[in-house]
């Protein structure tokens, strides 16, 4: 299906990406690059396109949004790609008229293929003016997750907030002991190798994204405050030899947590039988 469609933010390492992944699988997409220079001449760029895409760091979205929309040609769909979604939702919707959707792609810019790959999906407005989009993607093998805004922005809480806080720290505490990885790599068990890398692989990209990810609205570092309280207290009780609670505790969160508890061992057995 030919369809016109415009990436702003598009050379940076996500639109990169989108532009690799449809010359690949939609040759009849007809693929545009905005770039921070094209704010000089933006109508032609932005003018009678199918779709245009949001690109860009998270504290740019809004008004980058509002930059865009007056030279939006009817009908075209508004989608961003930010890793929140609530409020750039509600930004499309109030500063357009037309078709608006939210989408996340669960995954990074080094992504080949889009097996399995998830992309959220947050419904604004004309959803029937995006089908297209979705059964594409879907046709290519990404698995489309529909869900609320703040359905998604509480879960990305956690899985963004809480998860990178917590690697960014252990990375800090490393440094701060001087701990030598290459040797600690010699005595390190198959999962904890596995940790290690998740650290180094954060480490190894940019602090920017990061850091706007992490303190990208007041809920997600309000939670990181209370986390950090809430490790601190639980560290006092380690320092303190209080065994009998930790074991509670842990038997609690195990109960809790039920089936995924032991479908994770097998899970994490599987990918380390693989290396």
Request: aromatic share 10%; net charge negative; proline share 4%.
């Amino acid at each position: 299906m030919s369809k016109k469609i415009c990436i702003v933010g598009g050379n940076g390492e996500m639109g990169q990406m989108t532009q690799k992944l449809f010359s690949m699988y939609f040759p009849d997409y007809e693929v545009t690059i905005f770039g921070s220079k094209d704010w000089a001449n933006p109508q032609p760029k932005l003018e009678n396109k199918d779709l245009v895409i949001i690109s860009v760091p998270i504290y740019l979205t809004k008004e980058i949004i509002d930059r865009v929309v007056p030279f939006l040609s009817e009908g075209c769909v508004l989608a961003d790609y930010t890793s929140i979604k609530q409020e750039p939702l509600e930004a499309m919707l109030s500063a357009y008229q037309g078709p608006v959707v939210g989408l996340h792609p669960i995954f990074g810019p080094t992504v080949e293929i889009p097996d399995k790959q998830v992309i959220t999906v947050c419904d604004g407005r004309n959803e029937e003016k995006y089908k297209w989009l979705l059964d594409d993607l879907e046709s290519i093998g990404f698995s489309i997750e529909h869900m609320s805004a703040k359905d998604h922005d509480d879960i990305m809480t956690f899985v963004q907030g809480i998860e990178h806080f917590s690697v960014y720290c252990l990375g800090l505490f490393l440094k701060k002991k001087n701990i030598d990885i290459d040797r600690v790599l010699k005595l390190a068990s198959p999962v904890y190798k596995m940790e290690l890398n998740i650290v180094g692989r954060l480490f190894s990209q940019g602090p920017g994204l990061y850091a706007d990810i992490i303190m990208s609205d007041d809920s997600r570092k309000e939670m990181v405050a209370e986390f950090a309280e809430f490790v601190q207290q639980n560290a006092k009780g380690v320092e303190k030899g209080d065994k009998a609670t930790f074991i509670e505790n842990f038997k609690q969160v195990k109960s809790w947590m039920g089936d995924f508890a032991d479908k994770a061992y097998k899970e994490s057995d599987k990918l380390l039988l693989k290396k």
